[in-house]
Each structure stands twice: as structure tokens, then as C-alpha cells.
Nanobody, 117 residues
Framework: QVQLVESGGGLVQPGGSLRLSCAAA????????MRWYRQVPGKERELVAS?????????NYADFVKGRFTISRNNSKETVQLQMNSLKPEDTAVYYC?????????WGQGTQVTVSS
């Protein structure tokens, strides 16, 4: 059974921080690149950050989160995190965990992040 179970979403004030976590099960986590996407109503799902499966754990970020968000992974715990700092109302979205090899990919259920005062 393949699962990507997210946690850490919620309501936060502008300028605050949240840490999202995605726990994987049912596949070889260390072989998959991991990504975080987000989506707001009426817009396309967009890539937020990615981290490679290799030992170098190369990371990439969308321009709109660079310097504020950090993606990381722990292969022993089979988890991927997204540390979100200096949050803005524009960051409000459903955030999705994604695992992929190029041949196989899996999606999490999505978790709501709301940035509002």
C-alpha cells in the first residue's frame, strides 16, 4: 500500500512559520525524488520545491519561495519536510507531497495552509 501522509498544515499569521511533513510508506523512498506542490482555487498546481534522491540531495525552489522555504528529507525516517518561514498571504494554498522516479509517481492527499491575520 503506497501512502504519502502529510501533517503540519494549518492557520498562521503573516510572517510566521510552519513546518510541513510528509511520511512515505509502501515504496522505496530513497529511490524517489520528492517534491512539494501547491494549488489555489482557479489556478494550476505549481511546483514549490524539489529534492533529489541522490546523496547530494540537490534542491530546487520556485522563485516565489526562494530564501523563505527549505525542503529536506530523511531517508531513514522516510519523510520529507518543507520548512516555511516569513509566510505571506499569497502562500495560502493546498500543499501536496509528490514522489517520482520518472516512471512512477505518487501524490499525497494535500494539506491546507492558510496565512492570515
Amino acid at each position: 500500500q503506497v501512502q504519502l501522509v502529510e501533517s503540519g498544515g494549518g492557520l498562521v499569521q503573516p510572517g510566521g512559520s510552519l513546518r510541513l511533513s510528509c511520511a512515505a510508506a509502501g515504496f522505496t523512498f530513497s529511490s524517489f525524488a520528492m517534491r512539494w506542490y501547491r494549488q489555489v482555487p482557479g489556478k494550476e498546481r505549481e511546483l514549490v520545491a524539489s529534492i533529489s534522491s541522490g546523496v547530494g540531495r540537490t534542491t530546487n525552489y520556485a522563485d516565489f519561495v526562494k530564501g523563505r522555504f527549505t525542503i529536506s528529507r530523511n531517508n531513514s525516517k522516510e519523510t520529507v519536510q518543507l520548512q516555511m518561514n516569513s509566510l505571506k498571504p499569497e502562500d495560502t494554498a493546498v500543499y501536496y507531497c509528490h514522489a517520482w522516479t520518472g516512471w512512477t509517481n505518487y501524490w499525497g492527499q494535500g494539506t491546507q495552509v492558510t496565512v492570515s491575520s
